[in-house]
Nanobody
Framework: QVQLVESGGGLVQAGGSLRLSCAAS????????MGWFRQAPGKEREFVAA????????RYADSVKGRFTISRDNAKNTVALQMDSLKPEDTAVYYC????????????????WGQGTQVTVSS
């Protein structure tokens, strides 16, 4: 059993930055891919970024590429999402997720999910 807990969400002005963190506990393995998704009211859950166990696999959604940076610390079982140049359209609940697959992107490919953390970007 794996538990994921997100933190770091909050309210920020457009153009500002936030750093989200996800801590994993339980039976975690470095081979797992960890990712971030987000969901705004009335919208489908959207892939944001993912990173493989050794950082060799890194993927970003086009909407955040160049602005967000995902990183992983296997020793601490954590994954972070550095969000820069935030836009109002980035406003959503951000979820941390873990997958046992090599290169998962869609939500169905992830096995564990955190509770989510709210990110609100004001204009």
């Amino acid at each position: 059993q794996v538990q994921l807990v997100e933190s770091g969400g909050g309210l920020v002005q457009a153009g500002g930055s936030l750093r989200l963190s996800c801590a994993a506990s339980g039976r975690t393995f470095s081979s797992n891919v960890m990712g971030w998704f987000r969901q705004a009211p009335g919208k489908e859950r959207e892939f944001v970024a993912a990173i493989g166990w050794n950082g060799g696999y890194i993927r970003y959604a086009d909407s955040v590429k160049g602005r967000f940076t995902i990183s992983r610390d296997n020793a601490k079982n954590t994954v972070a999402l550095q969000m820069d140049s935030l836009k109002p359209e980035d406003t959503a609940v951000y979820y941390c997720a873990l997958s046992n697959l090599y290169a998962p992107v869609v939500p169905d490919e992830y096995d564990y999910w955190g509770q989510g953390t709210q990110v609100t970007v004001s204009s």
